[in-house]
């Protein structure tokens, strides 16, 4: 099955060369054997890069100082820079603002809470989905980032955890969600290769856990069921925003291609397939979508048709720079999970982070341009 990408409206440049992880460690074998040099020699570049998050083969002194160079020139290319990083939180939220040498921006942000560390990723450089109230979606799309540009995201900071280069000591980073900028479905063969890589035990991968991934869709209907086959238990988080089609359409212009019927039935299918709890998140706008008329029917479709397998996530809006939106009031707020809750379908407020260091999806990068 071919999965429609949305088109994109900027210009789309070339992805960057092969990066070591690009490749699975079979892959990385084989890349061996044509340099000449012992398969084994993966293994080891691997241990250092999933297990030590070290990724300058120059510093991996198992290697014989002849072929370091070799394979820094083969398996190593230059990816992700770092321009800028903003705290706030008082240290336990770390935005960071990447540059490729091609000039790409995007953005991850890495968030420390008592229990866990969670880092959201970018997959896309800028976004085709153009969603009104995010910063991203009014940029429009740069390009699709490789594989490698998105693990690299989660190997620094994996590293910046280990180290203990965050507020609260040494940790390890536990949680990655693809809630950055870009649409992962959109970007899907990318994806899901990032994901086995953060997911597969080391050496292989990072070792995080399936079940603390979450890809975070528009609601592309056909990658959802694709990825409910792939025989992963990543969780889907779903932006519906809207429990009507109407308004769905300006809201998540995604809509208009695949609609809330279809969407849903999709997440249906993903908790079928997968058992797992699909994530609904529901960006709260004041005199937008925030009428308890929308939560009775919000809890009534879940309900319907999710039964257990849902869970709403209301994201108080962020607003961005320009727009005219904001949040809706603290009661309105209350009333709205209230009404949810009264249909038989959990809902909770997302805790908001890094409000004033722009981290509202794309904010940053949007500054940067
Ligand atoms: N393209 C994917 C993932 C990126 S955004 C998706 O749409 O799901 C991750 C979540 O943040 C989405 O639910 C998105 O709608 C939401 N979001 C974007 N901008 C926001 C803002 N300004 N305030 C609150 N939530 C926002």
Redesign the pocket.
Known sequence: MTIPVPLARGPRRGLPPTHFADLTLSEVKNKMRELGMPAFRADQIARHYYGRYEADPLQMTDLPTGIREAVKDALFPQLLSPVRYIEADGGATQKTLWKSPDGTVLESVLMRYSDRATLCISSQAG?A?A?P???TGQLGIQRQLSAAEIVEQVRVAASTMEKGEMEGGPGRLSNVV???M???LANYKRVLRAIRQITAPIPQGFGISQRHVTV???GVAPAIRRLADEDLAVTL?I?L?CPDDELRNTLVPANNRWPLADVIDAAKYYADRTGRRISI?Y?FIRDVNDQLWRADMLGQLLHRELQQMAHVNL?P????PGSEWDASPRDRQDAFVQHVRAQGVTCTVRDTRGQDIAA??GQLAAEEK
């Open positions: 976004c989905q969603c109230f995010c910063a693809f809630m950055g870009g649409e992962p975070s869709t528009v988080a932006s925003h998140e960006a994201i809006l962020n607003p961005t509202a999806c």
